[in-house]
């Protein structure tokens, strides 16, 4: 009975209220999730932020879980992990709490795994993932990123593969992996987070304004969800704290990007997540910091100057079967990520 | 000429077993010193099941017949003014199979709520009070997911659904809508399979079940069958006659969500065809895709009906 599953509903808070609120509660158990967005968009940082939180206790939307992160491109970034570790459990959980907890033991409840190559990954998948799961404890599976060995032909012998043949393996494989994680999802009481890279699309828009979600260019795309519909989901709210996010996201997703992997990986996964960033400024900071100089002429119109602009980036569930669109503006810090409202004057 | 265990209307696996076992006709299972070897490789239920396919014939009706059982058939309204406009005016009708084709996050699993939501409201709002079994092969399934589809209905509708005035809707309504939704998990096709097989069993024991929602049914073959194409096909065509069985059987609505195809090479296009090709539609009374816009709201096509002429519309909301 659908009521019945009403405990089903477990979920790894990411340490900020504002963006769990965004994802519809967070990081959902038996879930699968995607993080994907354009190199050095935060995915790593957000993850590693899911993986200290997953290990809070549940007081302060932890699971007091362990976790299993799988590292694809490059050395796993153990450092910055550290350096989280004090800030972040400071912010959620207060200096208390956060003086009386060792980082090291944060570190020790992380298995983190390293391939190289899809053989020694798969291989993995097949043996060490399960036997690390049936341990029972583990609540969250980070593999960063899934896309690594999977969207080049970079074994030898297959160079002279057509193409048509590397994309049916690829699938092949996709399929088969989604398989097991969605069991293994269910099975340990765990959700898995992938990350994903994003690719270039040439190709135009439909000519009625749809689109295939995650998979095309999107040239006239306004922000989903946003503005015009009368519904009093909190998403919109959440949205109409500023009302210059639509313009500044159209000209975002302009740049042509989509997730790799296809549609049959975006079929595999429950939630996407998606992360943007991008130089520019709100208007309310802009309208301050002209009306600071003395300039009254129309915001709307003029583009800031350079020497004002900043990075500003922004958290959007892109879809989810759990929860509505919803975008979050957020800010990094050393503490990992975390919600920013814009106050307007 | 006796019969060929081929031609009886039973499931494949039953045929094999007999024909494996050496009964290649109904002849060679009739007589009855015979019928004692039968239990040594099936199990009650399955000799019945052959006793009662053997002597059936396959019926034959007259199209006035047919048309009176369309007449009387049931419809429950989708609370949804414009894809109730798209299919003619009714809803979703019972005893009949309805494909719905959607793409990643295209909104499948609200459809598929709602649709369960809405037809459990009672006749004076469109509904037929019926409970619903909810398939879930993908992990779809949430219960906050339902909580929150089970609010779009209720304050979406000019008339309040609600029984106080105020916007929150009462806790018990929410779980009396929910009451009616019994949620299967299958993960793999022989699961599925198994399931459907033994829905005369649910049927009883579900009183009052009246709606099917498969969400979806392209990937447990997909996952099971991995590369194989044709072992794909073959097993969704037998799905297929057995979902047509069901729906006409037990009087229920089947909806089945597929997974668009996607055009390899060109991502851009919007695919309203399924992966699985047509093997559903071909049973589907009507076949529909669902498609989210950029701008939030969704776009909805009926692209073949048997009943209604073809047409699209867009929806604010789920």
């Known amino acids: ?345 | 000429m006796s019969r060929s265990v081929l031609s009886l209307r039973l499931p494949v696996y039953l045929q094999t077993k007999l024909i494996q076992n050496g009964y290649h006709t109904v002849a060679d299972f009739d007589e009855s010193p015979l019928a004692e070897d039968l239990s040594h490789f099936l199990t009650q239920s399955e000799v019945r099941s052959l006793a009662s396919a053997a002597q059936a014939q396959p019926p034959a009706h007259s199209a006035w017949f047919i048309r009176q059982q369309a007449r009387t058939r049931s419809y429950f309204s989708t609370r949804l003014r414009q894809l109730d406009a798209l299919l003619g005016g009714g809803g979703i009708p019972l005893g009949c199979l309805t494909e719905v084709v959607g793409e990643a996050g295209g909104g499948q699993t609200e459809l598929c709520l709602r649709l369960c939501l809405a037809a459990r409201l009672p006749a004076a709002q469109g509904g037929l009070g019926i409970d619903s079994v909810y398939i879930d092969t993908v992990g779809s399934f949430s219960y906050c997911g339902a909580v929150q589809a089970a609010h779009r209905l209720c304050t979406s509708q000019p008339e309040r659904l609600t029984d106080e005035n105020g916007p929150e809707l009462s806790s018990s309504l929410v779980t009396s809508l929910l009451d009616g939704i019994h949620v299967f998990r299958v993960y793999a096709a022989h699961e599925l399979m198994a399931l459907l097989y033994s829905f005369d069993q649910i049927a009883s024991h579900i009183a009052q079940v009246g709606l099917v929602v498969v969400n979806t049914i392209s990937w447990p073959f997909l996952a099971s069958f991995t590369g194989n194409i044709a072992r794909r096909q073959v097993l969704h065509a037998e799905l297929a006659h057995l979902l047509s069985q069901i729906a006409s059987k037990h009087k229920v609505a089947i909806v089945l969500v597929s997974q668009a195809k996607s055009a390899f090479g060109r991502s851009n296009t919007p695919s309203s065809s399924s992966m699985d090709g047509d093997v559903w539609t071909r049973v589907a009374a009507n076949r529909m895709s669902l498609q989210r816009r950029p701008d939030g709201g969704f776009k909805i096509a009926l692209t073949a009906s048997t009943m209604h002429p073809s047409g699209e519309a867009f929806i604010n909301d789920i």
């Open chain 1, 1 to 345: 009975l659908a009521s019945e599953l009403k405990d089903d509903d477990i979920w790894i808070s990411t340490g900020d209220r504002e963006i769990d609120k965004c994802l519809g509660g967070g990081i959902r158990l038996g879930s699968m999730v995607e993080v994907v967005g354009e190199s050095a968009s935060g995915k790593t940082q957000l993850c590693i932020q899911l993986a200290i939180s997953a290990q809070l206790p549940e007081a302060y939307g932890g699971l007091d879980g362990e976790v299993i992160y799988i590292s694809t491109e490059g050395p796993f970034p153990v450092n910055r992990l550290g350096s989280m570790v004090y800030p972040l459990v400071h912010r959620v959980c207060g200096e208390d709490y956060a003086n009386s907890v060792d980082p090291s033991d944060f570190m020790q409840r992380i298995q983190v795994a390293e391939f190289e190559s899809m053989e020694t990954m798969f291989h993995a998948f097949d043996y060490k993932v399960p036997a690390l799961l049936s341990t029972g404890n583990v609540r969250l599976m980070i593999v960063d990123s899934i896309a690594a060995h999977l969207r080049f032909n970079t074994s030898d012998e297959d160079i002279g593969q057509s193409p048509m043949t590397f994309y049916k393996e690829r699938s092949d494989s996709l399929v088969s992996m989604g398989a097991k994680f969605k069991r293994w999802a269910n099975e340990y009481n765990c959700a898995f987070v992938f990350i994903n890279q994003v690719t270039d699309v040439f190709t135009g828009g439909h000519e009625d304004g749809t689109r295939s979600v995650g998979y095309t260019s999107r040239p006239d795309l306004s922000l989903p969800g946003h503005g015009n519909s009368n519904d009093s989901d909190s998403s919109t709210e959440l949205l109409s704290s500023t009302a210059d996010m639509s313009t500044e996201f159209a000209a975002l997703v302009t740049r042509k990007k989509a997730p790799a992997l296809g549609a049959v990986w975006s079929n595999i996964i429950d939630t996407r997540i998606m992360m943007y960033q991008r130089r520019g400024l709100a208007q309310s900071e802009f309208r301050l910091a002209s009306e600071a100089q003395g300039d009254s002429t129309d915001q709307a119109t003029i583009e800031p100057p350079s020497h004002l602009l900043r990075t500003r980036r922004w958290i959007e569930n892109a879809f989810s079967p759990w929860a509505p669109s919803a975008q979050c503006e957020v800010v990094l810090d050393e503490s990992g990520f975390q919600h920013i409202s814009h106050v307007n004057v």
